[in-house]
T-cell receptor, first 113, second 113 residues
């Protein structure tokens, strides 16, 4: 158990709907990352936060995606107007400053019908 | 484009054998290297990390790094059926993308009794 929790664990939605996922890292995790993983692929970086500051966003993160980390604690990832291509496992992970070891939460599996 | 390549497998070994997993990476600026294990339907689990050239051993696992050849490998000794999973190689970005990880597509390992 890495101590990183994600909710919900599964989400089924219809195309065009908005969805929001939540990640709760442990308190020592200054840095928080979001990745997306599709079947047969490795995780792909989406964005990362150091405390509450969003320091980097991937080109994969279109304007339909937004992420926040208010107060440097939990984080949310919102997808607006979902498309079938958004179906994937969304993974959150945390690491502590000055270490590079990233620990994943259990993930949220999104299915867009 | 930073790339991480893994032998695609699947790799099948008998119980008790040594499983050898290989990975090459394109970015010479990368500083940290990781192996994650991922069971079907689950999130990746960190099993090894290595920063310096040479070998690093942890129980039945040995990670090997050769920065000159841009090559990292994972050896699993005395393989067990419970080691059957997909193994993901991950490399940190280095330079301006320090922090985010780049993953290979993974190698599927099956250990048969």
């Amino acid at each position: 158990d890495t101590g990183v929790s994600q909710n919900p664990r599964h989400k089924i939605t219809k195309r065009g709907q908005n969805v929001t996922f939540r990640c709760d890292p442990i308190s020592e995790h200054n840095r928080l990352y979001w990745y997306r993983q599709t079947l047969g692929q490795g995780p792909e970086f989406l964005t990362y936060f150091q405390n509450e500051a969003q320091l980097e966003k991937s080109r994969l993160l279109s304007d339909r995606f937004s992420a926040e980390r208010p107060k440097g604690s939990f984080s949310t990832l919102e997808i607006q107007r979902t498309e079938q291509g958004d179906s994937a496992m969304y993974l959150c992970c945390g690491d502590r400053a000055r270490t590079d070891t990233q620990y994943f939460g259990p993930g949220t599996r999104l299915t867009v019908l | 484009q930073k790339e991480v390549e893994q032998n695609s497998g699947p790799l099948s070994v008998p119980e008790g054998a040594i499983a050898s997993l290989n990975c090459t990476y394109s970015d010479r600026g990368s500083q940290s290297f990781f192996w994650y294990r991922q069971y079907s339907g689950k999130s990746p689990e960190l099993i090894m990390f290595i920063y310096s050239n040479g070998d690093k051993e942890d129980g039945r696992f040995t990670a090997q790094l050769n920065k000159a050849s841009q090559y990292v490998s994972l050896l699993i000794r005395d393989s067990q059926p419970s080691d059957s999973a997909t193994y993901l190689c991950a490399v940190n970005g280095g330079g301006s993308t320090l922090g985010r990880l780049y993953f290979g597509r993974g190698t599927q390992l099956t250990v048969w009794p």
